[in-house]
Nanobody, 121 residues
Framework: QVQLVESGGGLVQPGGSLRLSCAAS????????IGWFRQAPGKEREGVSCISSSDGLTYYADSVKGRFTISRDNAKNTVYLQMNSLKPEDTAVYYC??????????????WGQGTQVTVSS
């Protein structure tokens, strides 16, 4: 069964850090670009970051550039999103998704169930 599972969310104070994980089962992440997305209440889903499959290039939304780092561990079939210097506006449900064509081509087809990140004092 093909499945993506996010974990690592939680409640953190402004300025704090979290590391999200996106673990795959039933298929190998190596061949996919992996994107992280987020959706805050009342807002549209937005792309946060992406890592390509072949050359490991990374991309970030301007709002998180310099604070978030995406990485992949193919041996563990897992992609991570390290989030530092968190702000209240980072509060959202975070999702990972796969794209067989690249970060900016085709469609994201497999999605995880999401993990809640809340940044609040």
């Amino acid at each position: 069964q093909v499945q993506l599972v996010e974990s690592g969310g939680g409640l953190v104070q402004p300025g704090g850090s979290l590391r999200l994980s996106c673990a795959a089962s039933g298929f190998t992440l190596d061949y996919y670009a992996i994107g992280w997305f987020r959706q805050a209440p009342g807002k549209e889903r937005e792309g946060v970051s992406c890592i390509s499959s072949s050359d490991g290039l990374t991309y970030y939304a301007d709002s998180v550039k310099g604070r978030f780092t995406i990485s992949r561990d193919n041996a563990k079939n897992t992609v991570y999103l390290q989030m530092n210097s968190l702000k209240p506006e980072d509060t959202a449900v975070y999702y990972c998704a796969t794209n067989g064509f690249g970060c900016f081509q085709g469609e994201y087809d497999y999605w995880g169930q999401g993990t809640q990140v809340t940044v609040s004092s």
